[in-house]
């Protein structure tokens, strides 16, 4: 039973090493110059399959930056290191209590809200709420938009509400924006909206505390590598366009068969070894 | 100031911007004088970056300014330097030589195509050999062979077996990318990290089966596409029936920076502090090396084509190269490189004057060579003094290289690879003396088409032709240039930094 779970845990290798051997039994075997290049398509794909899962993170997010997350990772790398704050920190927290000020003018009982006191009180913690209706488009709330008019140009429907230990003066910062798309709430963000806001707040907020983010790089190497495969197969079914033209065939055996003709003008038993094709 | 801060990434930037604009050029002279710009400009910095490591030590570049591991780096040394001293110097030659040659063997349609890939190639075969990053030399090592199999391809027009010849490169050599791929995963996967100098410190005292196999993929596939010996089944076919010109530069380059990355993996990347390395060196790469040396010469002596003839040689001469390495002292890898220099110049001038007989006789079968010392003496010339390079007579570079060889071999105690790379030699001077015996003694052929009169080559041919032919005359004389400078490459390397 130890061998069955060794292999069962490790299925994603498994298929990358059986698909890898499809491939290239199928470059090796195939005579036909298309079956090739699908062969090698395979083998090509299977590569990719393997770099794709060694960057998964088990549990982890697909690596899309959730909005306030870094802010929490800056805090938490201040808590650690003590002196480690800078200038642009500064910026963003000042932005962030303007922020706050901004919208607690509109919404006042938004952060009293369950989210807000289940972070510690060192830990900045990050909601995300998707208000309803919204359709997914993500603001990112940083520096630069809080410079902006807050309740007027944020289009996603996303609250973000934030607690964190502010580095200057260990003074609790309590953001809260949220944002609403529909066109007819626009105006106002109170009312009927606030309790339903209030749970997700809280739903969200547990799940971003933790974000774990897959490893992204892998991504991107294997996106490198599909533009090369993609050039390779085109590069390949052009050349075997061309020798369709040249030879009128695409079976290898049948080419080095007219090659062996063109040169000896019969049938020679050496031409596969010659013909370096083998 | 600036400019000197930028220069690393220049030979890379330059010849990768000014390779599309050959596609919207007309016909005819201009993307041939653009690129041959080109390619001169950029072996100018090439040889700029060679100086300044040189004196100063080696640079590291960050792309985009991020900093490394986390950036891309680019690293020069001297032994990249000398690398890319050599690319971009056979490109200087070749591409300016190339005119009358591809406008007989091309399509004239296709003529700008050809100026724009091969640039393209040259721009790969640099990045290859500039980066250290690990993943950064598949993804120009794509680049060069893309545009390699386009290359190989355009002889389609005077012999339709080129089709199928870069049909078999493009498989084999999508294969040993693909191992070279999965090598390059196996290793991020253990370390996190694609740098090839934070890859070694990762890995310091980390033997484990994951960074064996990584470095048994990095093999296979670095093994394929430098034709290492039993992997070289692509390579004669490629090298006859592609264009002239593009095998005088494929020749000199490609295979010699598929090699060199292969030194650089094993001694930047892993070090060899790892034990399976030596193992590796002892009962794989010095069997298969000795094994291309002997197997690849003697196949050689029986080809009626002079270029295929010549390609088998290649094989052979990879075989020096990494016979070198596999002695595995600082001295074996000083001859690998110097070796990689030399048989880049000499294969470039060899193949140049094929392609001076390819262009007056339209033949590249030893027919052609029959008594061409009296019809084209400059040409058969040039191919003489690099033919005797090619087996090491003194006074050319290909003594420098193979006298480095020896004295590695013996230095090491292996007195007796020393008389096998002597042995094998005596094998090359069968396969050039037979090629000189037809062009000294035999008689121009009085009647069929070859007994057609033909002129000397044009100068614009004879020029680069003998440039190169002259550099393997004065690197052989002056041996204190290259063996200095590749024994500092080799020390660098060795001293991992």
Not at chain 2, 87 to 105: C, H, K, R
Not at chain 2, 328 to 346: D, S
Not at chain 2, 431 to 449: H, W
Request: charged share 15%; proline share 4%.
């Amino acid at each position: 039973m130890a061998i069955l779970q060794f292999i069962v845990e490790r299925y994603n290798y498994w298929i990358f090493i059986i698909l890898m051997m499809i491939g290239l039994y199928t470059v090796i075997a195939r005579g036909n110059l298309v079956k090739k290049i699908i062969g090698l398509n395979i083998f090509q794909t299977s590569v990719f399959i393997y770099y794709i899962s060694i960057g998964k993170i088990a549990g982890g997010t697909a690596p899309i930056y959730v909005p306030g997350d870094m802010e929490r990772r800056t805090v938490h790398e201040e808590d650690h290191h003590g002196d480690g704050y800078n200038g642009k920190d500064h910026v963003a927290t000042e932005e962030t209590i303007r922020a706050k000020d901004h919208i607690n003018g509109q919404s006042n009982d938004l952060h009293h809200g369950d989210a807000l006191h289940q972070g510690d009180a060192n830990e900045l913690v990050t909601a995300t709420g998707v208000a309803e209706g919204a359709s997914g488009k993500v603001a990112n709330l940083n520096a630069p938009a809080l410079n902006r008019d807050l309740p007027a140009n944020i289009h996603a429907g996303e609250a973000n509400a934030t607690i964190g230990a502010a580095p200057t003066s260990d003074k609790i910062a309590n953001t809260a924006s949220f944002n609403i798309k529909d066109s007819d709430a626009a105006t106002g963000l109170g009312g009927e909206r606030e309790p339903g806001l209030g749970q997700e707040l809280a739903a969200a907020s547990e799940i971003v505390a933790n974000v774990l983010y897959s490893n992204p790089l892998p991504h991107v190497l294997i996106l490198t590598a599909i533009v090369v495969g993609v050039a390779t197969t085109a590069v390949g079914l052009s050349l075997a366009v061309r020798i369709r033209e040249a030879y009128g065939t695409i079976e290898e055996d049948e080419l080095e068969t007219a090659d062996t003709i063109a040169e000896f003008g019969k049938p020679d038993p050496d031409a596969p070894a010659r013909a370096g094709a083998r | 100031m600036a400019f000197l801060t930028q220069l690393p990434i220049l030979p890379i930037i330059l010849p990768m911007i000014c390779a599309p604009l050959c596609l919207v050029m007309p016909d005819g002279r201009a993307p041939y004088l653009w690129a041959s710009l080109v390619s001169v400009g950029t072996f100018v910095l090439c040889a700029l970056l060679l100086s300044t490591v040189a004196e100063s030590g080696a640079i590291s570049y960050a792309l985009g300014d991020w900093a490394p591991p986390l950036g891309i780096e680019y690293r020069i040394d001297l032994a990249n330097a000398l690398v890319l001293t050599l690319v971009s110097g056979v490109a200087a030659l070749t591409i300016p030589f190339s005119y009358e040659s591809i406008i007989s063997e091309i399509d004239k349609r296709q003529t700008n195509l050809f100026y724009g890939a091969i640039l393209i190639c040259m721009v790969g075969l640099l990045g290859v050999t500039i980066t250290a990053d690990a993943f950064n030399v598949f993804v120009f090592l794509e680049i060069s062979s893309l545009s390699t199999y386009a290359l190989v391809a355009l002889g389609g027009g005077v012999d339709r077996r080129a089709l199928t010849a870069a049909f078999n490169y493009l498989v084999m050599g999508t294969i040993g990318a693909t191992f070279f791929v999965i090598g390059i995963g196996l290793l991020y996967q253990s370390t996190g990290t694609l740098n090839m100098n934070d890859l070694r410190v990762q890995m310091a005292g980390e033997a484990n089966h994951m960074i064996e196999a990584g470095f048994a993929f990095i093999l296979v596939g670095l093994g394929l596409k430098a034709a290492l010996f039993p992997m070289h089944l692509w390579l004669p076919n490629a090298y006859a029936y592609a264009p002239s010109a593009v095998s005088a530069f494929i020749a000199a380059a490609s295979t010699k920076v598929a090699v060199y990355v292969l030194i650089r993996f094993t001694y930047t990347v892993f070090g060899a502090d790892f034990a399976f390395i030596s193992n590796l060196f002892d009962f794989v790469l010095l069997p298969l090396a000795l094994a291309g040396m002997f197997i690849a010469s003697i196949v050689a002596v029986f080809q009626e084509d002079v270029k295929r003839m010549l390609a088998y040689s290649s094989v052979g001469q990879i075989g020096y190269m990494l016979l070198g390495l596999s002695i595995g002292t600082e001295a074996g890898v000083q001859a690998a490189f110097i070796h990689i220099f030399n048989h880049g110049l000499m294969k470039a001038a060899l193949f140049m004057s094929v392609a001076c007989v390819m262009l007056r006789l339209g033949v590249h079968s030893c027919a052609g060579f029959h008594g061409l010392i009296s019809r084209m003496p400059f040409t058969a010339a040039a191919f003489i003094v690099a033919g005797l390079s090619l087996v090491g007579i003194p006074l050319t570079a290909g003594f420098v290289s193979k006298w480095y060889l020896l004295q590695a071999a013996f230095d090491a105690g292996k007195p007796a690879l020393g008389f096998l790379v002597v042995a094998s030699s005596l094998i090359a001077v069968i396969y050039v003396g037979r090629i000189i015996e037809l062009m000294v003694l035999r008689p121009v052929p009085t009647e069929g088409p070859l007994a057609n009169p033909v002129r000397e080559a044009p100068l614009s041919m004879l020029i680069p032709l003998w440039l190169m032919t002259g550099a393997n005359l004065y690197l052989g004389v002056r041996t204190d240039w290259t063996a200095g400078l590749a024994e500092r490459a080799a020390a660098s390397l060795m001293g991992g930094t």
